[in-house]
């Protein structure tokens, strides 16, 4: 393996891309590629509560140590064949296995028959270890005391989206793409109710995560309907579906999809 695909294996951020683009190299289009890293089936729910200020979201913050350490993310984690229990319906599954990862991660016991499923994430092909992650949301009341295990989790905060994203913007806190985009869409509505309603009366997104790289060195996650998303070609003239992972801050470019 070359050194720079033991930096893509790694997840190194390289030089000149944001700390938190996760995507590695560019060169890998299909996922029969050799080297290529099948995706982990996981799944994760976004848990909301309304506060005076508005709806507020539960992240946790991984230990430094793990996949994904210091990164701020949502209760999840992968699917295990346990999570399955007498059915074979992949959604039971990751219904499931949310529900089971919001207990082990913050105590918090949920019915996952009363989640809403709003997205399904899978990154692009690549060497480094991948999560292909089904999004659920659901709304806890106040009497769920968030007990984390400094094991896994270090840290725990109430916040709003919109606050998560200045403070991402000002770098002080780490988060994935799909982390960010989901508090983007979240913070479109208000209370929390509406943002269930409009998960429900809208099907749920599917985000297959394509990377190209600008005229200008910045690096760009392209989705359904972007203008460069078939080409792989972030330079490419028309609608844009994407997330610009400048090395300076994420900025959402979108067009075309309705949010």
Not at 26 to 32: A, W
Not at 160 to 166: H, I, S
Not at 221 to 239: K, P, T
């Amino acid at each position: 393996m070359s050194e720079a695909d033991k930096e893509s294996a790694r997840g190194s951020p390289g030089k000149g891309r944001h700390r938190n683009d996760i995507y590695g190299r560019l060169d890998r289009r299909s996922e029969d590629e050799e080297g290529v890293v099948p995706p982990i089936a996981a799944a994760t729910v976004v848990l909301l509560r309304d506060a005076e200020a508005g709806p507020e979201v539960l992240m946790l913050r991984k230990n430094s140590k793990i996949t994904f350490g210091g990164m701020w993310v949502f209760p999840g984690g992968k699917i295990d064949a346990e999570d399955f229990g007498t059915s074979e319906d992949p959604e039971v599954a990751a219904r499931n296995a949310a529900a089971r990862e919001a207990d082990e991660e913050a105590s918090i016991l949920l019915r996952p028959d009363e989640f809403v499923w709003f997205a399904h994430w899978t990154p692009p092909p690549g060497l480094q270890k991948r999560f292909a992650t089904w999004f659920f949301a659901a709304i806890v009341d106040d009497e769920h005391d968030v007990d984390i295990d400094q094991g896994e989790i270090d840290d725990h905060a109430w916040i709003r989206p919109g606050d998560a994203l200045a403070r991402h913007s000002a770098g002080e806190i780490d988060m994935v793409p799909p982390t960010w985009v989901t508090l983007y869409h979240l913070s479109l509505y208000t209370p929390c109710a509406r943002i269930l309603d409009h998960f429900r009366e809208n099907e749920a997104k599917t985000y297959s995560t394509r990377v190209g790289k600008t005229g200008a060195g910045d690096r760009v996650a392209m989705w359904h309907g972007d203008a460069g998303y078939e080409s792989w070609d972030a330079n490419a003239q028309g609608h844009r579906h994407r997330l610009v992972m400048a090395r300076g801050g994420f900025t959402f470019e979108n067009s075309i999809e309705s949010y």
